[in-house]
Structures are given as structure tokens and as C-alpha cells.
């Protein structure tokens, strides 16, 4: 995820991907640990003016999902905790703006972090899952984390946003996440009435 951006004439190109990320522990900031590339994160995004980060493929945060404290400048980046201080007993409250982590203790691991709209879908091996912020957008003192689906994804190339859906590759099928008539997000084989035989016939080489 990549921005380019003019500031007095110097023209900086940053990667979120590659941003250091930080979050609160009991009592100072801790450094997320991301030596090597296979155990790097696989998937940033940028969702309600915040970078995203997910998909460690080994240890304690392999299901955890960081987001920033709302990004003004370049240092926003990686500020995954919040502004005042947790252990402190006058100014340890949360607020809309800072930055933080959710846990999806079922999910094995992240692939993709795919926002559409006023959602930000987790696409993991063993399911799908949407965060959003509840009843209105998403804000560190309020939000929600809603499973979709148990139905995984293996590869983080077999997931394309069309429209007001994401499509998706899984071993079973063509899947489609998209909203009822309702508005709820549900899970549906689009390719169950069509090329469903075809598809299944593909080598797993392949």
C-alpha cells in the first residue's frame, strides 16, 4: 500500500507494509516482532483513515489484527496503541481516535484484509470474518468483529472486490460475500449452478 506525497518540495514514498508497528503492554510500548519475510505480515489495508496490519504466519499474534491511531502524518503509521497511558489511574481511558488490536481467536491464519465500505473483511484459511464499528463507523471506543462464514482462502490472489461483493476462491468453490436485502453480509457458492463440475476438475497443481 503505497502513497506518494509532496511535503516543502521533498517527495517521500512510504510503505505501510513495511511501517514498525507498536502496541501497549502492561506498562511501555512493545515492538511487534517481524524479523523475516516468512514471518512478516502478509496483509496490510488502509480502512477508516487508519493503516491495517494482519496475516503473521507464526506466534503469539497470528490471529490478531493491529490498526493505527488515526493517520495525520507519516509517524501515525505504526501506532498501534493508544495515546494515554493503560496503567495509569488518571488518564488511562480509550479514545475514538487511537490505535489499537483485535483478537479472532477462531481464525488460523489471516490471508487478506479486504475494506468495503464502512467493513473491513478478514479473509483467513478457515473462515471470513467483518469488522466494523458497530452502528456507525469504525472508532477505537466502539466496534465489532462478526463471523461470515467458516469457509477459508488459501491465497490472498483469489480475492477481488466487484462492485458491492467480494469474490473469492476456496477449495469448494466460487464464493461471493455480499449483503441481503437486510443489509447482513452473508456467504453464497456462486459457482454452485454454473461451472461448479468444471471447477472441482481443476488439478490441485493447477
Known amino acids: ?6 511535503i516543502s518540495g521533498v517527495t517521500w514514498t512510504w510503505d505501510v507494509s513495511q511501517a514498525q508497528l507498536y502496541y501497549y503492554t502492561t506498562s511501555w510500548h512493545e515492538i511487534v516482532d517481524r524479523k523475516t519475510s516468512s514471518y512478516g505480515l502478509s496483509s496490510t489495508a488502509s480502512f477508516s483513515s487508519r493503516a491495517w496490519y ?8 497470528q490471529n490478531y489484527v493491529f490498526y493505527s491511531r488515526t493517520v495525520e502524518k507519516h509517524s501515525d503509521l505504526g501506532k498501534c496503541y493508544q495515546e494515554g497511558d493503560p496503567t495509569s489511574e488518571f488518564d488511562s481511558d480509550i479514545v475514538d481516535t487511537d490505535g489499537g488490536y483485535l483478537i479472532i481467536p477462531e481464525a488460523e491464519r489471516i490471508i ?5 465500505g464502512r467493513n473491513l473483511f478478514v479473509f483467513a484459511t478457515n473462515g471470513v470474518w467483518r469488522i466494523s464499528g458497530g452502528l456507525d463507523n469504525f472508532v477505537a471506543t466502539s466496534n465489532a468483529v462478526d463471523k461470515i462464514s467458516g469457509v477459508g482462502v488459501e491465497s ?3 480475492i477481488v472486490a466487484v462492485e458491492n461483493s467480494i469474490v473469492f476462491w476456496s477449495s469448494g468453490g466460487i464464493y461471493a ?5 437486510t443489509g447482513e453480509y452473508g456467504l453464497k ?4 449452478t454454473t461451472v461448479q463440475s468444471d471447477f472441482l476438475a481443476i488439478s490441485g497443481v493447477a
Open 1 to 6: 500500500l503505497e502513497q506518494q506525497a509532496d
Open 54 to 61: 494482519a496475516g503473521l504466519n507464526s506466534g503469539q499474534y
Open 112 to 116: 487478506n484484509l479486504t475494506p468495503m
Open 156 to 158: 490472498p490472489h483469489s
Open 177 to 181: 460475500v455480499s449483503p441481503s436485502e
Open 189 to 192: 457458492n456462486i459457482s454452485e
